[in-house]
């Protein structure tokens, strides 16, 4: 008897987290970071150095590693956090995808890497369209797998779409090849006859980014509860932390877990760890550091090298979240202050990186910061600054989110200011990785002071230099500041905490706790 063909697995998806306040996400931004269509994205993926994050590589390789199969490449899009995309781009991308997964047909399964925090101009749950497209382009029967960030904001819809639904399980995201390759292997269950069985429940909770590290603290508690549930009969268990600043319907603590084959099973362990969430709904709260105290510090710590150095970090200004990686307070606090051995990055102002690349190392100019203002936040500043450091920006992420992966962040520059080397960078991006200072000759290992423009992945990035004790998150202004009674509210689900007084919770019975 001939053996079965290897199974037609079709690889798409959407990646972005959007922050309602922050302008508008195009195509080009897609298209400066990761667009890829066809035969490309599995090239991409199982390159050394791919563009694109490690979900989709961590899938095909273990796909590679399982068995035989054709990867059949749809269209996958990827950016930074930013704001709303443009729907007409959706939409694009969505009519893109459905041509192609209809040329594919029939596909054996489908593999979706997603962000889940989405928005568009028009769509606050784009998401879940693309979700349901993609299953009423394959039908029923045709098993669907989605990887998505812990920072999902999850919709009825998005759960009801797919059979194994996959969450992040590390902030800082360390683990993304990890759930690619956990997506792989329900592939594998789904097409040797497993049918999985879905439970989601969400709480009234919107979490303050801060909160949702998964070292330690309230959410980390309800993710290690869900591990130690584990058992044959559970595929996964994902405890979506969601994304405030899209102020979308679908905001929310939630918990999303897939059975093998009992929904019973999944509803019970779904309530759980909501409760134990709910049970701890008073450390969702957050607690950041005063500027006059962070300047305290960084002056003690640039007088007293007997000191542990420490990292401050720019939470509020953090491009990971939709926020400009372009705002002053604390540049012009540590200068005013006369701070020494800072090192500042990384900053996002082509225009004033352009300038630096047109002096020579070792030119003294006026740097001029934000000299076109893109936010309310991003106010102008002029400071004397040298040119230390001049690169074209391209580099190999070293460590954390970025590790292995080809970054290209323009024509860099880095900038004496005072006591502060601030490192310009002309492509927006997070700072969570060491080398963004490493590749401008920087030595990280004796700065005294180092400030990121980042809300937790540089934990996972700059933790061979600064433990948990050393790090100082400062409260600042910004389009991703923690605080967050200080933003207006149009769409977000009302009552919430930690926003509103009097908030209640009753556990769903078990028979709406399903998908």
């Known amino acids: 008897m001939p053996s079965p063909s290897p199974p037609r697995v079709a690889l798409l998806g959407f990646s972005i987290e959007c922050n309602k306040f922050a302008p508008p996400a195009t195509k080009a931004h ?11 994205i599995v090239e991409d993926a199982r390159s050394a150095t791919p563009r694109m994050l490690p979900e989709t590589p961590g899938f095909v390789a273990a796909m590679d590693a399982s068995g035989a199969w054709t990867p059949v490449g749809a269209a996958l899009a990827m950016t930074e956090p930013n704001g709303s995309v443009e729907h007409s781009f959706f939409i694009e991308l969505l009519d893109t995808i459905e041509r192609r997964l209809r040329a594919a047909l029939p ?6 890497c997603s962000h889940g925090a989405a928005l568009t101009t028009e769509e606050d749950d784009p998401d879940g369209v693309l979700f349901a497209k993609v299953r009423q382009i394959v039908g029923p029967d045709v098993p669907i797998a989605a990887t998505l960030d812990l920072h999902a904001n999850v919709s009825e819809r998005m759960v009801g779409s797919v059979d194994a639904f996959i969450g992040y399980r590390t902030n800082p995201h360390l683990d993304m090849r990890e759930r690619g390759a956990e997506a792989a292997a329900a592939i594998r269950e789904m097409l040797a006859g497993v049918k999985p069985q879905r439970a989601f429940v969400r709480l009234p909770i919107v979490p303050p980014t801060v909160t949702l590290l998964t070292a330690a603290g309230p959410y980390a508690e309800m993710i290690a509860l869900g591990q130690r549930r584990m058992n044959p009969e559970i595929m996964n268990v994902s405890a979506m932390g969601g994304f405030a600043f899209a102020d979308a319907p679908e905001c929310g603590l939630s918990v999303v877990v897939t059975a093998r084959r009992d929904r019973r ?3 019970t362990l779904a ?10 709904r008073a450390r969702f709260y957050p607690r950041l550091t005063s500027l006059d105290e962070a300047v305290e510090k960084a002056l003690a710590v640039g007088r007293d090298c007997s000191l542990p150095a420490l990292a401050f970090a720019d939470v509020a200004d953090n491009p990971g979240g939709g926020g400009r990686g372009n705002t002053v307070p604390l540049l012009r606090a540590f200068y005013e202050a006369g701070v020494k051995g800072v090192l500042l990055g990384v900053f996002y102002d082509p225009p004033l990186a352009a300038e630096a690349h047109r002096q020579s190392v070792g030119s003294h100019f006026e740097a001029r910061f934000n000299r076109s203002e893109t936010t309310s936040f991003s106010e102008p500043y002029a400071a004397p600054a040298t040119v230390v450091a001049l690169t074209d920006g391209r580099c190999i992420g070293r460590r954390g989110i970025y590790a292995g992966m080809r970054l290209e962040l323009g024509p ?6 005072g006591g502060i080397t601030v490192v310009v960078v002309s492509h927006r991006v997070q700072c ?7 590749m401008m000759g920087l030595d990280l290992g004796r700065a005294r002071s180092v400030v990121v423009k980042s809300r ?3 934990r996972g990035g700059f933790d061979e230099f600064f433990g948990p004790e050393q790090i100082v998150e400062v409260d600042l202004p910004g389009l991703t500041s923690p605080m967050l009674n200080r933003f207006t509210w149009t769409r977000l689900p009302r009552p919430v905490i930690p926003l509103d007084e009097g908030v209640d919770w009753q556990p769903p019975p078990g028979d709406t706790a399903n998908a």
């Open 30 to 40: 897609f298209l400066a970071r990761t667009y890829l269509e066809g035969e490309a």
């Open 107 to 112: 596909v054996d399964a489908v593999y979706i």
């Open 265 to 267: 099973a999944a509803e």
């Open 271 to 280: 309530r759980e760890i909501a409760e134990l969430g709910w049970a701890n």
């Open 412 to 417: 860099c520059a880095a900038l004496k200011v």
């Open 432 to 438: 969570a990785d060491p080398v963004f200072f490493e």
């Open 456 to 458: 937790g992945h540089f």
